[in-house]
């Protein structure tokens, strides 16, 4: 069990370095205000115990699985109200749900209402895997007759078109150029 001290060490090292490699003893007992970097070392070694900072090849790193937002087991309904149990299942990271970290991993905001009939509005951040290819029925980013738009993929009978997911908008068919940029794997929204 922490301390309160050892509490507020380990959530202002967590939240100045995050995922990153921690650095020296030296540096982080300048920036925490110590005068000896022993201090350091005496709450790396409760830390460590308590399994809240890992050691690998002599450099320290904060505990993956203590990032993400906490996913319940329990589902929460939609219609009428049900009691959820508190059970708490595992920690959620963006970044390896969507594999954010990966250098073909993108975000992009959406702007306007064409695929508002699938659930994707203004503002919300579309979770694209980089891909020059896509199957129909794939939600794509595609670059077509000199612009970027995120629309359904279809090949139906050889014929391949974007289609949008609002019936005030027409499906695009490419005039010149069609180029697939990536496949959409999600959605994240800020209400």
């Known amino acids: 069990m ?3 001290k050892q509490k507020t060490f380990f959530e202002k090292l967590k939240e100045l370095y ?3 490699v921690l650095p020296s003893f030296e540096i982080i007992a300048k920036e925490f205000g110590f005068k000896h970097k022993n201090s350091v070392w005496q709450y790396f070694n409760k830390l460590k115990e308590e399994n809240l900072i890992c050691e690998k090849n002599n450099r320290f790193y904060i505990n993956k699985e203590l ?3 906490i996913l319940f087991s ?3 309904k ?3 109200a049900s009691v959820a149990d508190d059970y708490v299942e595992k920690r959620v990271s963006l970044d ?3 594999d954010i970290n990966s ?3 993108f975000l992009f905001t959406v702007s306007g209402d064409s695929m508002i009939d699938l659930g994707i509005y203004e503002g919300d951040k579309v979770i694209v895997q980089k891909s020059n290819t896509a199957k129909d029925g794939d939600i794509v980013i595609a670059f077509i007759d000199g612009g970027y738009t995120l629309k359904t993929y279809r090949n139906r009978k050889g014929q391949v078109y974007l289609e949008p997911a609002n019936q005030n908008y027409p499906n695009l068919y490419p005039k010149e150029q069609l180029v ?3 496949i959409a794997q999600g959605i994240v929204r800020k209400f």
């Open 2 to 4: 922490l301390t309160e």
């Open 18 to 20: 995050g995922q990153e």
């Open 67 to 69: 990032f993400g937002a």
């Open 74 to 76: 329990s589902v929460v």
């Open 78 to 80: 939609a219609g009428f």
């Open 96 to 98: 390896e749900t969507f």
């Open 103 to 105: 250098p073909s991993t």
């Open 180 to 182: 697939i940029f990536g």
